[in-house]
């Protein structure tokens, strides 16, 4: 496709319970990013891959909290035994290279996934 | 600790007039500074950007300031339209950390006819 893609758009889920939220960057892409916004919040930082190897996984707010990435395309955020305060909106985000300040503005974003947990 | 903050939650403008939009940091390491919009259901769309070395960027209907002593930026949109309806998200980046961008909370455009 032509943008970044996520599913599910929408996501109930029960406490306890785990979830898994897909995130389809743009092709091409090597820098793929998790942020989320909860209410009321800013978009908060959660990890940070580069092809399949995350260099900065510093925002992962526990250890509940992992991601992968495979054949440098496809994320997955996993989020174990979810909790209330899990309910946020996370958004993927996919660029060309960080580490150019020039296309690091490039962000491109999904429309995300609105996580409620009941 | 909030390191970007936009104390605005909302805004209303007629449509024509200027709309300044206004974002303060504390991290004296952010080195670079964005704008983002989002409308509803969509994720945020990059706007415009600042380096730490410039006071103001222009891009069209839209500038932005910085003012580093004062650890402040702004955005302005002349004439504002009603399409210009939307959220905009301040953001900046520390040097050395391409990866990582902080935002605020948000404020919301409402442009009005």
């Known amino acids: 496709g032509a943008g970044v893609s996520q599913s599910p758009s929408n996501k109930v889920t029960e406490k306890g319970k785990d979830v898994e939220l897909r995130c389809d960057p743009i092709s091409g892409h090597t820098a793929l990013y998790w942020y989320r916004q909860s209410l009321g919040q800013g978009l908060e930082f959660l990890i940070y891959f580069q092809g399949n190897s995350a260099p900065d996984k510093s925002g992962l707010p526990s250890d509940r909290f992992s991601a992968e990435r495979t054949g440098g395309s496809v994320s997955t955020l996993t989020i174990q035994r979810t909790q209330q305060e899990d309910s946020a909106v996370y958004l993927c985000?996919?660029?060309?290279?960080?580490?150019?300040?020039?296309?690091?503005?490039?962000?491109?974003f999904g429309s995300g996934t609105q996580l409620s947990v009941l | 600790d909030q390191q970007v903050k936009q104390n605005s939650p909302s805004l209303s403008v007629q449509e024509g007039r200027i709309s300044i939009l206004n974002c303060d940091y504390t991290n004296s390491m952010f080195d670079y500074f964005l704008w983002y919009k989002k409308y509803p259901a969509e994720g945020p769309t990059f706007l415009i950007s600042?380096?730490?070395?410039?006071d103001k960027n222009e891009d069209g209907r839209f500038t932005v300031f910085l003012n580093k002593s004062a650890k402040h930026l702004s955005l302005h949109i002349v004439p504002s339209q009603p399409g210009d309806s939307a959220v905009y998200f301040c953001a900046a980046r520390a040097a050395g950390t391409a990866s990582k961008l902080t935002f605020g909370t948000g404020t919301r455009l409402q442009v009005t006819l």
């Open positions: 600042i380096s730490s070395i410039k």
């Open positions: 985000a996919s660029s060309l290279d960080p580490d150019d300040s020039a296309t690091n503005e490039k962000l491109f």
